[in-house]
């Protein structure tokens, strides 16, 4: 395996380094809506004098997304003061210690005796909110929500969505083949059943869905660097972005040019020929801001046949302030994605050689697809255009303020997808426009302050999709052509009401109006072709025209309430109804195939909309030594969408469940500072020792007396990391990944995955200013899987193994493990101004 390299150009005002005589105080100031910018934070003595007597005036303005910084602090105590006209004062005791940084957060209240004054504006985005104003939202949901910073990238290659996503609670990402691929996202258990994963969330970027009108997906075009944060609202709390399902939204948010000022460019190398790129540019002036951003991913993956996965994408964003409150945003995406797929392997095989793949039907003895002769491969392209215009007022003489948002997008999509000879080739062209609109007045009701939303969203899409056969690795015959077409219409309303300083309470309902439509196009559905790849020649099968017209109605409540223990410690409490209409991949699908023929059944599937009712409960305390992040829930299914791949592989077809299921779970981040100070000499700053934790407990199982697990998703799942940081900027972190139960790979719970465990490390330092002049120079160093462990990072989700297969085949014979990567070893230096 090779190692790697990383040159970043990362240009930025802020200096790197820090007086050790002296400390400093950085911050964050919120208000109730609208942006704190403009605000003055200044620190003064505890005798009410400005601090540090003799000194130049201690203090800063706070700037875009509410941020503050004031450096050269002498230690002591001191009281930080800030205002902000048309908000009351705000006052906070801050210890200053050598050679230190503090953290503080404060929050605004209105001022009700100043409502004649003009509020002060600052020049951030009103359109895209900042990573503090997001996570300020996060922390108002009474439920399992979480805000990933994707900020810090220069010193990891982050370059996939489980790189991004695999510290984060109640989130579990499972690789299928590495690199570009389609990973599984499990929220809650949604949608994992499918394969590969395209149902169970609403993906988006900068709140618009990524997810085609029908509600389907594909991972693989999921770029986490085109965005600075990821906001995760798990389940039935995804009521504001607008997902309805059981996993909920991820909204991936991009930089604009007021966010990410100037050039940045960073280029990796890895095992595996891994090559990663990401270039960017913001400018920002008085009314204009403009954010373009290129990146590009080649990975070859470490088994046969895995090679050839690329990623292109390029994205830009501009800005138009037409006053201090109203501003026009539009954004566009290109995106392409291609990689060859090496299919599964049976436990014999994957222990033996997990670089192998399946050779069909031949000795050892396999019963999986011929994946040489197959020649599986995905190729997706993106085409994205979408403006949002966002109009508030000031606040009015009730002291309310009310903040308007229109939004459009196009996206256009060509996906062909080419499964193994049992499936086919299906391409599908996708036209789809996303039309939403939302008000937002934040002030007083019911007798405490409050926020109020309105809105409707509307998604319509049309698909063409064809089947065709694979004959030997190319697109043969066609043997279905479908149109689709397909609208998703949602209305909500939401209230939150907060109530002195600590309850409050929020309530929301949305309605959902789904429509699914498929049309036969094919001329003759009595000669639909069927490839015979042993002879190498078509033989025919009749069906009916594939025909349905569904229409799904849906009602979704919640409730919940939070309690503010201590300024930084929440208690939190919810019940939520989640609604999911099924795909187009869920309702129509070839079968009947094997490794050596084509399809032989072409039907559609009448499905009902799986809807749950969910009930969690929680904790979260975000500031101090220790904080944590805890939410235990139990969701109650009906009609649980289960996707099964067929005893061949292949995309396998879908059902209700016949019996109510059951989602319960824990989900857990810990971080915790446990030392200070240990090696690092007390005169200057201290060094620190720190462990992150997260844990997963998911018990999905069928409601009745055998009680059997629903496959696709590991009970248990720990993920830690123990971090040393020391001043000088050495950073050591060495991290482990367990999943310490096997795993049942089908429902009938005969099949299981084994149980494993990774160990990884990540080393940077940082060096000090003066090599280049006020420049910043790093090097980094991070390894996977030490240790070289043979395990399967996931797996085809099956009804029962055996079905059975033939003899002298048994169920030990068919293929259903996805083998997890071997070692690898990238190494990187980040330079930056």
């Known amino acids: 395996m090779l190692g790697g390299f990383a040159l970043c150009w990362v240009p930025t005002q802020t200096s790197f380094s820090q007086d050790v005589r002296t400390g400093a105080v950085v911050g964050t100031v919120g208000v109730p809506s609208g942006s704190a910018a403009g605000a003055n934070v200044v620190l003064r003595d505890a005798d009410d004098a400005p601090a540090a007597a003799g000194q130049s005036r201690l203090g800063d303005a706070v700037g875009d997304g509410g941020r503050f910084r004031i450096a050269g602090v002498p230690p002591g105590r001191y009281v930080l003061r800030v205002t902000l006209v048309g908000y009351e004062r705000a006052e906070q005791p801050v210890q200053v210690r050598r050679g230190d940084t503090t953290s503080v957060d404060v929050e605004l209240r209105r001022d009700r005796a100043r409502l004649g004054e003009v509020t002060v504006r600052g020049g951030g985005s009103l359109t895209q909110q900042s990573t503090e104003a997001a996570a300020e939202q996060v922390r108002q949901v009474p439920g399992g929500a979480n805000l990933v910073s994707l900020q810090d990238r220069e010193l990891r290659p982050i370059a996939t969505v489980a790189s991004a996503l695999e510290d984060e609670p109640g989130v579990v990402v499972q690789e299928f083949f590495g690199g570009n691929d389609q990973p599984r996202i499990s929220i809650r258990g949604a949608g994992l059943q499918s394969n590969p994963q395209s149902r169970g969330l609403l993906l988006m970027h900068n709140g618009f869905p990524l997810n085609f009108a029908d509600g389907s997906f594909v991972t693989g075009l999921v770029e986490p660097r085109m965005a600075r944060h990821a906001e995760v609202y798990r389940g039935g709390n995804a009521l504001g972005p607008g997902g309805a399902t059981l996993g909920g939204a991820i909204d991936f948010v991009a930089p604009t040019g007021r966010s990410a000022d100037g050039p940045q460019l960073k280029l990796t190398g890895g095992s595996y020929r891994t090559a990663s790129g990401h270039a960017q540019y913001g400018w920002a002036g008085a009314n204009t801001d403009v954010f373009v951003m290129g990146t590009g991913h080649r990975h070859d993956g470490f088994r046969q046949t895995n090679d050839e996965g690329e990623r292109l994408t390029g994205h830009a964003n501009v800005g138009y302030r037409w006053d201090d409150n109203l501003e026009t945003r539009v954004y566009g995406t290109v995106a392409t994605l291609g990689f060859n797929i090496p299919g599964p392997l049976n436990k014999q095989q994957l222990d033996a050689d997990p670089t192998a793949v399946s050779r069909g039907v031949t000795p050892p003895r396999s019963l999986g697809p011929n994946v040489p002769l197959d020649r599986p491969r995905r190729e997706t392209e993106l085409y994205r255009a979408a403006t949002r215009t966002t109009w508030r007022t000031g606040a009015s003489a009730s002291g309310h303020e009310v903040s308007v948002r229109a939004g459009a997008a196009y996206q256009y999509v060509e996906d062909d997808f080419r499964f193994p000879v049992g499936t086919g080739v299906r391409s599908t062209r996708s036209h789809d426009v996303t039309l939403n609109l939302d008000a937002r007045r934040a002030g007083a009701v019911l007798g405490g302050e409050g926020t109020s939303v309105l809105g409707v969203s509307a998604t319509l899409g049309d698909m063409d999709r064809g089947y065709f056969a694979n004959e030997r690795g190319r697109t043969g015959r066609r043997f279905a052509d479908n149109e689709m077409q397909a609208s998703t219409v949602r209305a909500f309303a939401r209230q939150r009401v907060q109530f002195g300083t600590r ?9 959902i109006l789904a429509r699914r439509e498929i049309d036969e196009a094919l001329s003759s559905t009595s000669q639909r072709a069927r490839y015979v790849a042993p002879k190498d020649k078509y033989v025919s099968f009749a069906s009916s025209p594939a025909t349905l017209d569904e229409t799904y109605r849906g009602l979704r409540p919640a409730v919940g309430l939070q309690y503010a223990a201590a300024p930084a410690l929440d208690l939190f409490a919810g019940v939520t109804r989640s609604y999911e209409p ?30 749950g009712t969910t009930v969690e409960v929680g904790t979260r305390r975000t500031r101090g030594r220790l904080q944590w992040d805890v939410v235990a829930y139990r969701t109650w299914l009906k009609n649980e969408l289960l996707t099964t791949a067929a005893l061949f592989g292949g995309a396998g077809s879908t059902s209700n469940a016949p019996v109510r299921t059951i989602h319960q779970g824990l989900e857990t981040h810990v971080d915790l500072r446990l030392l200070d100070g240990m090696l690092a000499d007390g005169s200057g700053a201290p060094d620190q020792l720190a462990l992150e934790a997260t844990y997963n407990l998911n018990d999905f199982y069928f409601d009745t007396d055998a009680r059997n697990q629903l496959a696709g998703v590991p009970r248990h799942r720990l993920h830690a990391q123990l971090t040393y940081d020391h001043p000088v900027g050495l950073s050591v972190t060495p991290d482990l990944t367990w999943m310490p139960q096997r795993t049942p790979t089908d429902h009938a719970n005969t099949i299981y995955q084994s149980p494993y465990a990774l160990l990884g490390a990540r080393a940077h330092y940082t060096v000090g200013p003066g090599w280049l002049d006020a420049g910043q120079l790093a090097v980094f160093v991070e390894a996977e899987n030490l240790t070289g462990t043979t395990y399967a ?13 033939p003899a002298p085949l048994t169920s030990a014979d068919v293929t259903s493990f996805i083998p997890g990567q071997g070692r690898t070893l990238q190494i990187g230096v980040t330079v930056g101004w």
Not at 593 to 608: C, I
């Open 582 to 611: 099924p795909t187009f991949n869920t309702l129509l699908s070839p079968s009947g195939g094997n490794p050596k023929k084509g399809p032989g059944q072409f039907q559609p599937r009448v499905l009902d909309a799986q809807s």
């Open 793 to 805: 990072s996931s797996y085809l989700v099956r009804d029962q193994v055996p079905n059975p297969p």
């Open 503 to 511: 309850l409050a309470a929020t309530a929301s309902i949305s309605g």
